[in-house]
C-alpha cells in the first residue's frame, strides 16, 4: 500500500521541522506532502532545503480544510494520511496505519502528551445520531482509503473549525467503518507559552449548528443537541462569572455570539442541505474548485 502523508502548515516551521525528522524516521516510504499557507517564518525556504519532502504547495487561504483538500490534489497513494504540524509519529505508528486500512475505510489513533507530571492520552469517542454510527476521528491523526475521500469529495471548506467532526458525520452516513487504533499514536510535546487561547464562540456555534443540519435537518435530535452544548457552555462560564474568573459583561457577549453562530449556521446548513442531497453532502468540498494552490514544487 503506497501512503500519502499531508501536512498542512501555517507558521510553526520549527514544529514543522521535528514533525518531518519523525516521518522520515518512521515512515520513510511515504509520500509526504506539506501544504503551506500563508506563513511568513521561513517555512517554504527550510522545506526546500529538505530532501524528505515530496511535494510542497503553497496556498493562499488559512483554512485547514483548504489545506487538506489541497494535499489530496496531489497525493498520488491508494491511502492518504493528514498530520498536525505540531505532532510527531512514533514508532509503531506507519505499519498500525496501514494494517488499519486493510479491514477499515479510516484508521485514527491517539495524541500522546509528555507533562511534567507524565503522559495524557485519549480514548475513541462514539456517538448513535439519528439512526447513525457516528466514530470520531483526530484529523491531525488520521488516514482514509482514498476511495473513502473521494466518496467524502474531501472536507467541508466552509467550515473553518470542525472539519474533522464534519466528516465524521457523513462517514457514518454510508456505513463506513472507522478503526481506533492504539498504535497509530502520535505525541505532542509540552509547551508551556504563557498564553490562553480564547474560544470563539461564534464560530463553535456556527460549525455545530451547519454540521448537524447539514446532515440530518431539522429534527428535533439537532435542535435537542445544539442547545444542549449552549447550556452546558452557558452554565460553565456563569461559575466563571462567580468564582471572578469572568466577568457579566462578557458573560452577556458570549451569549450574544453563541446566539449569532447557531442563527447563521443554521441558515447556511439548511442551504447547504439543499444544494448536496447525495450521501456526500459536501458543496464545498475537493471537487467544487481548483484554484487552491498558488505554487506547487514537486520532486517526486
Known sequence: MHVSVVVPTLNGRDQLAASLDSLAAYAPDAEVIVVNGPSADGTTGMVRERDDVDVLVEISARTLNVARNAGVEVADGDAVAFLGQD?????????????GLEDAHVVTGPTHQTLQGGMTTEEAEERDIANRHVTYFNGRNVAFRRRTLHDLDGFDEYLETGGARDAAHRLGGFDADVSWTPEMCVRREY?????????????????????????????????HRTLAHAVGDAASAARDVLGGEGTPTGWFGNGRDVVGGISTGTSDGLVARARDRDRSRNPHGLSKRADRAVARYDWR
Open 191 to 223: 509547551e508551556a507559552d504563557g498564553g490562553v487561547q480564547q474560544r470563539d464562540w461564534r464560530w463553535k456555534y456556527r460549525a455545530l449548528a451547519y454540521r448537524l443540519v447539514k446532515n440530518y435537518g431539522l429534527r428535533p435530535t439537532v435542535v
Open 87 to 99: 505532532l510527531v509519529v512514533e514508532e509503531s505508528w506507519f505499519d498500525a496505519l496501514r494494517t
